[in-house]
């Protein structure tokens, strides 16, 4: 059974890489984010983008938080299910790209990121746009990043969407399986990144079918030129794979993942400031999928000493696919009205 099994995945796989090679002419070029946009600072490998908007989207600046361990445009891949772009329409947005990370910043600490590098990212915000308070969307890890900054500066902060981002992590099911078994002593010793391809392959065991039900699925959709281009899209992103560096990356499995401090109040910067979730004052938006096998509903529940205003909408997806799937512009409009009221 499971050589039959491998024999089909195989094939289905050589199927799907003779489509990709036919179908690259098409759409090979893509861009990687379809929103126009400009670089207006940056630091280092990281960056702030600014996306073009129209000139009656005015109000409150939206700063996205995307994740630190894969590419932002996940959420600007392809017209039809671009988050960046809807928005736009509404709101003036803007972006840190947190770009290839190498080893030259393996010692920065999981704070220099989630306090140290946004604050800055505001303050250029605020120089451009004249506001004192930004909304924030924090996607995934970059989600808790938000979260965590949120709570160390209350003030900046005025409405904020975690989408699909952890902030327990006592619940994080097979990943919490993999931080308490990860080597991080051995990690922290010996490499000063954890390899972006390294990380794209671990990802892998946590839906070990995975792949057979992507090639099952295009086998029943590879008629549909939609399906095609956002196909393309999505291979190209996920082959896009990002370094994580190392300190920060250890401190993700060990303050976050086993010893779960963010959810306890104990969650500290590397200057000692404490991320205190009775501190946050934002509006807060929590944006969950019920199919996420990254970040599973009981991971993404505030903690109990967080007592201020939220609303919880729960969509009908997974994790990748709440961004991208038939549900994404359902998700993508909760955070339109939700930041506009």
């Keep these: 059974m499971i050589g039959s099994l491998d024999t089909l995945v195989q094939h289905m796989d050589a199927v799907t890489e003779h489509f990709m090679r036919e179908t690259a002419s098409d759409w090979g ?30 109000g409150t600046p939206l700063l996205i938080v995307p994740s630190l361990i894969n590419r932002w445009y996940i959420l600007d891949v392809t017209e039809e299910t671009s988050f960046i772009k809807a928005i736009a329409q509404k709101r003036p947005i803007f972006l840190i ?17 989630y306090h140290k590098t946004i604050k800055r990212a505001i303050r250029q915000i605020r120089k451009i746009t004249g506001t004192d308070k930004v909304d924030m969307l924090g996607y995934c890890i970059g989600g808790t ?10 003030d900046m902060v005025d409405h904020l969407i975690l989408l699909t981002a952890p902030l327990d992590f006592s619940q994080a099911g097979i990943l919490a399986n ?13 490499m000063e990144k954890m390899p972006g391809w390294l990380l794209a392959f671990s990802f892998q065991f946590i839906q070990p ?41 250890y401190e993700l499995l060990t ?57 919880q909408v729960t ?27």
């Design 315 to 341: 969509i009908p997806s997974g994790h990748i696919g709440i961004t991208t799937g038939r549900n994404c512009m359902d998700a993508c409009q909760n955070v339109i009205d939700f930041i506009m009221n």
């Design 209 to 249: 079918l995975g792949t057979y039900q992507k090639t099952k699925m295009f086998h029943k959709k590879c008629e549909s030129e939609k399906f095609k281009k956002l196909f393309n899209a999505m291979e190209r992103w996920i082959s896009d794979p990002v370094d994580f560096p190392a300190k920060a990356y």
């Design 178 to 190: 993999y931080a308490n078994t990860f080597p991080v002593e051995e990690f922290s010793a010996s």
């Design 97 to 113: 790209d947190w770009g290839y990370p190498g080893t030259e910043v393996g010692h920065l600490p999981l704070s220099h990121y």
């Design 255 to 311: 303050d976050l993942y086993q010893d779960n401090l963010l959810k306890q109040g104990k969650l500290t910067t590397a200057e000692g400031k404490t991320v205190d979730p009775a501190a946050r004052k934002a509006k807060i938006l929590v944006l969950n999928a019920s199919k996420d096998h990254i970040a599973p509903i009981p991971t993404t529940l505030l903690p109990e000493t967080d007592r201020a205003p939220f609303t």
């Design 145 to 154: 990043m938000a979260y965590a900054f949120s709570c160390l500066e209350p």
């Design 29 to 58: 070029e893509y861009p990687r984010g379809i929103t126009p946009r400009e670089e207006v600072w940056s630091a280092g490998n990281v960056s702030l983008l600014q996306f073009e908007s129209p000139a009656d989207a005015e």
